[in-house]
């Protein structure tokens, strides 16, 4: 089978390596960027931490799969009737079967002034732009900002928080400015932080993050930002520092070519009990509509389906229906410390820490081969890019 994916994320990467099992499948893997993204570990990056541990080149990936060809390009419209992909190089790809895994991006709700004033953690272009801000606040002017503020109460925002403190006052140091409190604001529009996880986690996290130093606001909408000032229902803010971690939206591929596709309201991409959206056509992870889309684990789980129904296809067995199945979630609150929960069960403290590692090893792992899958793993702990510098690369290149 001829198999073309595009996207080099976690369902496409995933489904890649499940398909390549089969000699007979030959797969074509065509992602914008030349790197695969492991999103959960960019605040640590975000935070001095290893690069290592957010980007691993997809040649690596691919390196031992003779059927597997990775191109870089950009694809801008399809065309389910001739089965053609264009890109931005302009290239055209005839498909036989095209699996799309395009994954989310962000957005800020057209709230005036974000979209230029605003920093984000998303990207290695990102983190090296809010890099670049702080050495040129700190290291260049001296100054510590009044306020440091992280938008969005979810996951992200939560990591994110719990790191940062730590983080800057690494820098002061290094920087040699005087001693000062740093402040760190976590506004979110909810009532309370992570909710889409149990109360009574929200409320934990939120004793754990003040007991780090961050001013928790929930209940609080941001309305606008300037360049020194972040107004949050009706009160100033002032900052030089906003950091954006809410609002995802659809990869805007499929509104640009919205007529090949059925949306529901949130704009993810209506998919049928196989993950169809066409003919020869898939859609799976934060791009299809499924009741868990927006998580890593359930586009891992989109990949297996997909890989054992083409499977199935090819064995001349009956195809598997898609079930959705809810996934673990456990996010970080600061060294050693974080809530977990799973159906009924919620912990919270040193032992969901501890699970939050081992589903960062069995994370990797489902990508790269083991040995390499640790040293990316063991990467996480260690504090290698404290300091920007204007030379240190944009895109990190990694070697094993
Ligand atoms: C900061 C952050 C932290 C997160 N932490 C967690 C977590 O702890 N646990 C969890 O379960 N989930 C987490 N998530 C969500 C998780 O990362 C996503 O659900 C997951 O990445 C979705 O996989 P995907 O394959 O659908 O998309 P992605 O992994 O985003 O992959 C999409 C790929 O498509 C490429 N691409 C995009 N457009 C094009 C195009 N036009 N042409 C070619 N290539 C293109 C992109 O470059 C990328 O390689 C986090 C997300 C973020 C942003």
Avoid at 234 to 252: D, F, L, M, Q, Y
Avoid at 254 to 271: L, R, T
Avoid at 280 to 290: E, K, M, S, V
Avoid at 336 to 345: D, I
Wanted: include cysteine.
């Amino acid at each position: 089978m001829n198999i073309t994916i595009v996207g080099g994320g976690f369902g496409g990467v995933k489904t890649a390596l499940e398909l390549a099992k089969e000699p007979y499948n030959h797969i074509t893997l065509i992602s914008d960027k030349p790197d695969f993204q492991y999103y959960p570990a960019l605040y640590g990056t975000a935070t001095g931490h290893s690069k290592l541990q957010s980007w691993v080149p997809l040649g690596e990936i691919f390196a031992q799969k003779n059927n597997v060809d990775v191109l870089i390009d950009t694809i801008t419209t399809i065309d389910p009737d001739t089965k053609t992909l264009t890109a931005k190089s302009g290239q055209r790809y005839g498909y036989d079967t095209c699996i799309l895994a395009l994954g989310a991006v962000t957005t800020y709700f057209g709230i005036e002034g974000l979209d230029t004033f605003a920093y984000g953690i998303k990207s290695s272009e990102e983190i090296t732009r809010l890099k670049h801000h702080l050495y040129e606040e700190m290291g260049e002017r001296h100054m510590i900002d009044k306020h440091y503020v992280i938008v969005g109460g979810g996951p992200t925002g939560v990591e994110l928080a719990s790191a940062l403190g730590a983080y800057l006052e690494r820098l002061r140091i290094h920087y040699k400015l005087p001693h000062h409190k740093i402040r760190i604001n976590l506004v979110e529009a909810s009532p309370r932080l992570l909710p889409r996880m149990h109360e009574k986690t929200s409320a934990k996290v939120k004793r754990r993050l003040e007991k780090l130093g961050v001013n928790v606001e929930t209940g609080k909408v941001v309305q606008s930002a300037t360049a020194d000032t972040l107004m949050v229902s009706g009160r100033p803010i002032k900052s030089h520092t906003v950091i954006w971690t809410s609002g995802v939206a659809n990869n805007p591929f499929y509104k640009a070519n919205e007529h090949h596709f059925e949306f529901i309201k949130n704009g993810k991409v209506v998919v049928d009990e196989h993950l169809k959206a066409g003919k020869d056509l898939y859609i799976i992870g934060d791009n299809a509509a499924t009741p868990f889309s927006g998580l890593a684990q359930t586009a891992l789980h989109d990949a297996l389906f997909l890989a054992d129904n083409f499977k199935r296809h090819h064995d001349r067995q009956s195809l598997k229906k898609y079930k959705a199945v809810m996934p673990p979630v456990v996010v970080p609150v600061g060294e050693n410390w974080a809530v977990f929960e799973w159906r009924k069960l919620r912990l919270s403290g040193w032992v969901a820490s501890m699970i939050r590692r081992a589903a960062d090893v069995v994370g990797y792992s489902d990508i790269l081969p083991f040995g390499y899958a640790f040293d990316v793993w063991r990467s996480q702990r260690i504090l290698e890019d404290e300091y920007f510098t204007p030379t240190a690369p944009a895109t990190p290149s990694v070697k094993k």
